[in-house]
């Protein structure tokens, strides 16, 4: 950004930021991510790795900052090669941090994962659509289109709401997102996030109507994807792609409470995530969307969603 700072900016929440070390090149570290966070006046960013849990990390570089006005935060995808749906792996996430004899961090919070997301490119309906055939596939989830969820799906939603963190659902089709909120809802998961990019307007309307909140990241209108990228293993795949026009139309339906917005940027080939935002921000009010709107979406909604109020 060299050194200049856009009001958009400031107070912003990037809770979908791809800096960790990947199979891929990226464009910074998960340090230098935060710290251009913190350097345009940002309040937090959320750091997401495909291959392992982010809490650990965030939760060092979030001390090492030190930074009452600006946080790191966490989570875990139950991606494969991060244990895959495993109640283990989720309640050790949930409980990673650097707490002292009272159980609480340097800010007097609880440690942990902000969120546990379900896969989001090892479900069966992301396979599909990359052309993955075999064991690849097979091991892919699906969750049935009627009856109960699946073991231990119901024991990891139990844990998403003991430790009142937030459920990413992933990237299911929309029938399986509104099954997997249901249930979730219905086993006290209060904070609901359901990535929406590439979904109807229709789609969209029925998952906020369900209680969740949608979100929409850069990446999807971003020239990234125009090539193939790895993305959890050595294939390297294009992901599906929106326009900036379809996704501002579909937002403004929404209430900003409804609603989120992020970069999902750190491949190499995207600006960083700082810059992403910013971009991603001002093509939304080119496309119409008045800048209080985009605020209370990049502000007010995150904040509130990730419990850093």
Request: aromatic share 6%; glycine share 10%; proline share 6%.
């Amino acid at each position: 950004m060299n050194g200049i700072i856009d009001e958009f900016l400031i107070g912003a929440i990037d809770g979908h930021v791809h800096a960790c070390a990947h199979l891929n090149a990226r464009s910074l570290t998960a340090l230098q991510a935060a710290r251009q966070a913190q350097a345009a006046g940002m309040r937090a960013l959320g750091l997401m790795d495909n291959f392992a849990s982010s809490v650990g990390l965030a939760a060092m570089i979030d001390r090492e900052l030190a930074d009452p006005n600006f946080t790191v935060f966490g989570g875990l995808i139950m991606e494969p090669q991060a244990g895959g749906l495993n109640p283990r792996a989720v309640a050790a996430a949930l409980g990673t941090g650097y707490s002292d004899a009272s159980g609480l961090d340097w800010r007097g919070a609880r440690p942990g994962a902000r969120f546990v997301s379900f896969p989001t490119h090892a479900t069966r309906h992301v396979a599909l659509g990359e052309g993955r055939r075999g064991a690849y596939l097979e091991g892919c989830l699906a969750l049935p289109a009627s009856g109960p969820l699946p073991d231990p799906i119901p024991e990891i939603l139990d844990l998403i709401a003991g430790a009142d963190a937030v459920l990413n659902t992933g990237h299911l089709t929309a029938d399986e997102t509104l099954l997997l909120i249901a249930e979730a809802r219905a086993r006290g998961v209060g904070r609901i996030l359901v990535p929406c990019s590439l979904f109807s307007t229709a789609e969209v309307e029925a998952i906020v109507a369900a209680g969740a909140v949608a979100e929409f990241s850069y990446f999807f209108v971003s020239h990234a994807t125009q090539v193939a990228l790895t993305h959890v293993d050595t294939e390297a795949h294009p992901i599906p792609a929106t326009t900036l026009a379809a996704m501002a139309a579909t937002i403004a339906l929404l209430k900003p409470s409804h609603c989120i917005l992020s970069s999902d940027c750190g491949v190499s080939i995207l600006p960083a995530p700082v810059e992403g935002l910013r971009v991603f921000l001002r093509g939304l009010e080119a496309a119409g969307l008045p800048a209080a709107v985009l605020q209370a979406m990049v502000r007010d909604t995150p904040a509130r969603l990730f419990g850093l109020d």
